[in-house]
């Protein structure tokens, strides 16, 4: 992948012919297990340690999460919820943030610059840096918030899955490190079936609502959750039923091809009505 | 310039510079809003420097464009604003797109297709500007909520298309309708043209209010 012929993108942003694509690799997924997480940060350290990134030491804001969210230094960042799910019940949830690697990234619909988002056949959703001009429609693309602007160079980043590791037969980094074995990585297939036995042993032991989060309104995703709460996500900060913004979807579907036929169109029907009807002349008759 | 005997003044030196001024800096801001829009447009961002240079100079050709254009207005919206006279001859617009040019009732400086287009082209510029802010990185929009610059997104690109809808249909009348192009270039249209077209304006200009 980075650093290789990438010979496997299924899609890329702004293009409209098909990339090449003649490899094929299955496709992969990530699954945080938030049961058996213990928020100690680990995945955090292991990020910035592979992807040489160093975050500006931040302030405590109250809680643990540190830094308080992602920035384009900090690709993932461990989120703290103190919550009630039943009255009376405090849990402490703790959810590992960062890209979710959609089936139908929102990001890369909304991309207007050429190669700046590509989908790999694996599912790994990556920025491709030196095409970026920083206008920030991934921004608005992303049902997750999850892309971020530098201040410094302008530049969107984001949790590249590691596609430098999965590219050459490697766990991403937050797998390799995890102490419990909340992360795991696998095949996208062998991913849903081991969350969706998982989310069946924690509703055996009280959990009844939980379940695998790995929403159908993006095509599904290539990062997934074991919930203990599935029923309600936004416990925890992730939307309930995500889909891209029919405002995007309508801003870069629809009206994209309509507006340059009608633009062209136009031009046409001038031409048409100058050669049918012709000028209206100057007479000389003042 | 002086308009000869056959001649009147349409427009003056300040109006003609305002309009081929908000004319170039409309086409650049077109160009390089395209080029960001539809990904067989994006080539245009060679005439601003690439991709990066076009998303850092559109916003400031756009600003740079209704700032220029707000001086055009304030001189010509007045003129503009429709009259009792217009419904008529809005009433015939059809003949007058068929080319039976003698069936269409007088008007004065402007016709209400002109006005028309007028407006819709303040009011497009208009809501190009606001939710051009609302999207402008990276200064602005990072503080706005992201359902509020999503909605802009989709606003601008319908505002944008109107406009350059409108402009194809301004540049095209102008070709059209036979001696308009010098009310433009050198400020001066023919009497014959004015009373042709606009018999009103033509007849306040002759005889004095």
């Given at each position: 992948m980075a650093g290789t012929n990438p010979q496997n993108v299924v899609a890329r942003s702004a293009t409209t012919t098909p990339s090449s694509q003649v490899r094929s690799s299955p496709e992969v997924a990530k699954l945080i297990d938030e049961s058996k997480c213990i928020g100690c940060k680990a995945c955090q350290v292991a990020c910035m340690n592979?992807?040489?990134?160093?975050?500006?030491?931040?302030?405590?804001?109250?809680?643990?999460?540190?830094?308080?969210?992602?920035?384009?230094?900090?690709?993932?960042?461990?989120?703290?919820f103190e919550v009630?799910?039943?009255?009376?019940?405090?849990?402490?949830?703790?959810?590992?943030?960062?890209?979710?690697?959609?089936?139908?990234?929102?990001?890369?619909?909304?991309?207007?610059?050429?190669?700046?988002?590509?989908k790999y056949d694996n599912g790994i959703v990556d920025f491709?840096?030196?095409?970026?001009?920083?206008?920030?429609?991934?921004?608005?693309?992303?049902?997750?918030?999850?892309?971020?602007?530098?201040?410094?160079?302008?530049?969107?980043?984001?949790?590249?899955?590691?596609?430098?590791?999965?590219?050459?037969?490697?766990?991403?980094?937050?797998?390799?490190?995890?102490?419990?074995g909340a992360i795991g990585f696998g095949t996208k297939e062998d991913m849903v079936i081991y969350g969706e036995k998982r989310a069946l042993e924690l509703q055996e032991r009280g959990f009844k609502n939980a379940g695998l989060y790995n929403p159908q309104g993006v095509g599904g995703t290539h990062v997934m959750y074991v919930l203990k709460h599935a029923d309600r996500p936004e416990l925890e900060g992730l939307p309930k039923d995500p889909s891209i913004s029919?405002?995007?979807?309508?801003?870069?579907?629809?009206?994209?091809?309509?507006?340059?036929?009608g633009m062209i169109g136009a031009v046409v029907a001038g031409f048409l009505h100058y050669m049918k009807v012709g000028p209206i002349e100057e007479k000389e008759d003042a | 310039m002086k308009p000869g005997p056959n001649e009147l003044q349409r427009y003056d030196d300040r109006e003609r510079l305002y309009h081929w001024v908000t004319?170039?800096?409309?086409?650049?801001?077109?160009?390089?809003?395209?080029?960001?829009?539809?990904?067989?447009?994006?080539?245009?961002?060679?005439?601003?420097?690439?991709?990066?240079?076009?998303?850092?100079?559109?916003?400031?050709?756009?600003?740079?464009t209704a700032l220029v254009f707000l001086f055009l207005y304030l001189r010509v919206h007045n003129e503009n604003k429709m009259a009792e006279?217009?419904?008529?001859?809005?009433?015939?617009?059809?003949?007058?797109?068929?080319?039976?040019?003698?069936?269409?009732?007088?008007?004065?400086?402007?016709?209400?297709?002109?006005?028309?287009?007028?407006?819709?082209?303040?009011?497009?510029?208009?809501?190009?500007?606001?939710?051009?802010?609302?999207?402008w990185r990276p200064y602005f929009a990072a503080s706005f909520p992201i359902d509020l610059v999503r909605v802009a997104l989709v606003l601008h690109a319908i505002a944008a298309v109107v406009m350059v809808l409108s402009i194809i249909v301004h540049v095209y009348a102008a070709i059209w309708v036979k001696g308009t192009l010098s009310a433009m270039t050198r400020g001066t249209v023919t009497k014959a043209w004015a009373k042709r077209n606009h018999a009103l304006w033509h007849r306040e200009m002759t005889q004095g209010k």
């Open positions: 592979w992807n040489d990134l160093r975050d500006e030491v931040g302030h405590n804001v109250g809680v643990y999460d540190n830094p308080a969210d992602l920035t384009p230094n900090s690709w993932t960042v461990m989120k703290f009630e799910p039943t009255a009376g019940n405090l849990e402490w949830l703790i959810r590992k943030d960062g890209c979710m690697h959609c089936d139908d990234p929102g990001c890369l619909k909304a991309c207007p610059a050429p190669g700046a988002i590509v491709i840096s030196e095409n970026c001009i920083g206008c920030g429609y991934c921004v608005a693309g992303c049902p997750f918030d999850v892309p971020r602007i530098s201040k410094k160079d302008n530049k969107a980043y984001k949790c590249t899955l590691c596609s430098d590791r999965v590219g050459v037969g490697l766990e991403p980094a937050c797998v390799k490190t995890c102490p419990t029919p405002l995007v979807s309508l801003w870069k579907g629809i009206a994209k091809p309509l507006a340059v036929a | 004319a170039l800096l409309l086409l650049a801001a077109a160009c390089s809003g395209m080029a960001l829009f539809h990904p067989s447009l994006f080539f245009l961002t060679i005439f601003t420097g690439g991709g990066a240079w076009t998303r850092i100079l559109h916003p400031f050709i756009g600003v740079a006279h217009d419904k008529a001859w809005s009433q015939k617009m059809g003949e007058l797109l068929r080319g039976n040019k003698e069936a269409m009732p007088p008007v004065g400086k402007y016709n209400p297709g002109q006005k028309r287009l007028f407006w819709v082209i303040s009011i497009s510029l208009a809501v190009l500007l606001i939710t051009g802010f609302l999207m």
